[in-house]
């Protein structure tokens, strides 16, 4: 977990020693108005200290108090539903009535926001509040999560919202020069379709193939200066793209074999970029490299 800092308050990992600082925030009735435990308990408050602590998930992710001038004035947390399917990732943020119309929870849940979408990379970003919390939906609102429905969660009504990457920075297009067209669509052709990519648009000299907002271009093109690419010279060294588990890493490089590629750093396989890092290294007939890398985490340890 990361320490997130904002213009007026600090985000830190939460620790057995905030355990004292934290029920006291909840010690107020009012922060267990939309609950449906009454946290104002200090054995109620100390329990849900206990589930916060013993979080178990993905790197990056977990529980945070925030502090305000040295002073914890509440929680938030980005961490896999429990309420929604497929465990995705649920923004939750809650600061002390005394604090509240201040732009804090705002700003609390923004940079956590940001963390998950910018530094983690995820796909998207879940919160879940309750259908009557007007100023927590106006916190959602600001933030721009977008509201997609409701449900009975946490034991009641509920609106559901999600938060997407912003569009600016993100890649529009790549574009490859291949010496022989023929040759790129039967190695990247096949690759990319086999991760789900679909052919975009088609030219004499070239194809693309795209995927989500995203295309991938391979052009034998008339300016080209030379007949053989380097990928050790300045310039494009390799391209990375997610699979989504190890098994199918294992599957692709095995069936590349047939579809022009070679296995690179096969000696190392499947750890030549570090013990954590999953990947298969691919070279195709014009010395383009990929790198296939699986999305999951490593397995859990029984």
Do not use: C
């Not at 104002?40 to 992710?61: C, E, F, I, K, N």
């Not at 929870?105 to 009557?132: F, K, M, N, S």
């Not at 067209?181 to 679909?198: I, N, T």
């Not at 053989?228 to 199918?248: I, K, M, S």
């Amino acid at each position: 977990m990361t320490l997130l800092a904002t213009p007026r308050l600090t985000l830190r990992p939460l620790a057995e020693a905030d355990r004292e600082a934290v029920v006291e925030v909840f010690a107020d009735p009012e922060m267990s108005r939309y609950f449906a435990a009454d946290f104002s308990d200090p054995a109620t408050a100390s329990a849900m200290v206990d589930r916060r602590l013993a979080y178990d998930g993905p790197a990056g992710q977990g529980h945070w108090v925030i502090e305000r001038d040295g002073r914890v004035i509440g929680v938030a947390h980005l961490r896999p539903s429990g309420e929604l399917p497929g465990g995705v990732p649920e923004l939750g943020y809650y600061v002390a009535s005394a604090h509240a119309g201040q732009g804090l929870a705002t700003e609390a849940a923004r940079a956590l926001l940001d963390h998950g979408l910018g530094t983690l990379g995820l796909p998207a970003v879940w919160a879940l509040v309750h259908e009557r919390n007007e100023a927590s939906r106006k916190v959602a609102a600001r933030l721009g999560f977008l509201d997609v429905g409701s449900g009975v969660h946490y034991g009641d009504l509920h609106r559901v919202l999600v938060a997407l990457p912003a569009v600016s920075g993100r890649p529009h297009h790549i574009e490859l020069w291949v010496p022989d067209l023929a040759e790129a669509e039967r190695s990247w052709g096949w690759l990319l379709g086999e991760l789900g990519w679909r052919e975009f648009q088609r030219w004499p000299d070239g194809v693309s193939w795209r995927l989500g907002a995203t295309y991938l271009v391979a052009e034998a093109s008339p300016a080209l200066t030379a007949e053989v690419h380097e990928r050790t010279r300045p310039g494009l060294n390799h391209l990375a793209l997610y699979v989504d588990t190890r098994a199918q890493v294992d599957d692709l490089a095995a069936r590349a074999l047939a579809h022009g590629w070679r296995p690179l750093f096969a000696d190392r396989y499947p750890h030549a970029g570090g013990p954590a890092h999953y990947a298969a290294y691919l070279e195709n007939e014009a010395g383009f490299e990929v790198e296939l890398v699986a999305a999951e985490g490593p397995p859990a340890v029984e």
